[in-house]
């Protein structure tokens, strides 16, 4: 029984290779502003991730990965004490499932998350990164910088394609100030 396992395994690698192959425009993602995701996001946190943990959906089809997240401020919305989310993709196992364009969150580290309640692939209705890279913002030194850099935006109705902040960020006090002013 191992044999078809490996044959498998060694099927998805070729395939998750020939993906990263791919153009990155396979994800299309339309350039989302601070005031857009402010209005579309029923939560935004700045918040500290505690934990990871990855599994299979229960028809054994996608991979979902729950992130337990602390936050220190609530901007939009309503939160205490830590929560979970849900974002598509993960490893489990020697199996990884990567969604182009998504966020790549990490424990200890702290993000500024812009999160609705959105169906996602074959899971039920959940609390999510629905704007995937740029409802994340990281958050060091001070400054809050969007994980949708290096991604290729679509523009927006204004036309530009450059992330909020571009490659330096924001001052993380003016981005909080930013999104305060606008929910």
Do not use: C
């Not at 402010?38 to 943990?53: D, P, Q």
Request: charged residues 20%; glycine residues 10%.
């Amino acid at each position: 029984m191992r044999v078809p396992h490996l044959a498998f395994s060694a099927t998805l690698s070729t395939l998750t290779l020939a993906a990263l192959h791919t153009p990155a425009a396979a994800t299309t993602l339309v350039r989302q502003s601070i005031e857009r995701l402010t209005a579309a996001n029923e939560l935004i946190v700045r918040a500290s991730v505690v934990e990871i943990h990855s599994y299979w959906n229960p028809e054994h089809s996608f991979i979902l990965t729950d992130v337990v997240a602390t936050p220190s401020h609530v901007l939009k919305g309503e939160r205490r004490g830590a929560f979970t989310f849900t974002v598509p993709g993960g490893t489990v196992g020697d199996v990884t499932t990567l969604i182009l364009g998504g966020p790549d969150l990490a424990p200890g580290s702290e993000y500024v998350l812009f999160l609705s309640r959105a169906a996602l692939p074959g899971g039920p209705t959940r609390m999510t990164v629905r704007d995937l890279a740029q409802g994340v913002f990281d958050v060091r030194d001070g400054r809050a910088t969007s994980q949708a850099i290096g991604e290729p935006l679509q523009p927006d109705a204004e036309g530009r394609i450059e992330v909020p902040g571009g490659e330096d960020g924001l001052p993380l006090e003016a981005l909080l100030r930013e999104i305060q002013t606008r929910r």
